[in-house]
C-alpha cells in the first residue's frame, strides 16, 4: 500500500522559510514523479511544483518563482518543498503527491501538513 507522510508545516512570520518533507512507502520511489500541491479553504486545490524522477523540475511560477525549490532523494524516498519568503498567501495546507512516469494524474496523495504565515 502506498503511504505518503507530509512534515515540516507550521507556523512562521511573513518572510520567513519552511522545509517540508514527503517520505513515501509501498512504491519504487525513482519510476515516480512527485508533486507539491496546495489548498485553501473553500478554492480547488492547485498545483505549486513537481519533480520527475529524473529530477526535472516545474513550478507554479505565478505565485512560487524564486521562493520556492522542490528537491528529491531517492536514497530516502523523499520529496522536499523548501519555501522562503513566505507569505500570507502562501497560507494553505500542503499536500506532496506521486505520479507513475507513464500515467497522467497524480494517484496518490498525502493526507496533508498545515503551513500558517502570519504578519
Known amino acids: 500500500q502506498v503511504q505518503l507522510v507530509e512534515s515540516g508545516g507550521g507556523l512562521v512570520q511573513v518572510g520567513g522559510s519552511l522545509r517540508l518533507s514527503c517520505e513515501a512507502s509501498?512504491?519504487?520511489?525513482?519510476?515516480?514523479?512527485m508533486g507539491w500541491f496546495r489548498q485553501t479553504p473553500g478554492k480547488e486545490r492547485e498545483f505549486v511544483a513537481s519533480v520527475t524522477w529524473s529530477g526535472d523540475r516545474s513550478y507554479d511560477v505565478e505565485s512560487v518563482k524564486g521562493r520556492f525549490t522542490i528537491s528529491r532523494d531517492n536514497a530516502k524516498n523523499t520529496v522536499y518543498l523548501q519555501m522562503t519568503r513566505l507569505n500570507a498567501e502562501d497560507t494553505a495546507v500542503y499536500y506532496c503527491?506521486?505520479?507513475?512516469?507513464?500515467?497522467?494524474?497524480?494517484?496518490?496523495w498525502g493526507q496533508g501538513t498545515q503551513v500558517t504565515v502570519s504578519s
Open positions: 503527491a506521486a505520479r507513475f512516469r507513464y500515467a497522467s494524474e497524480y494517484r496518490h
Open positions: 509501498g512504491l519504487t520511489f525513482g519510476n515516480y514523479a
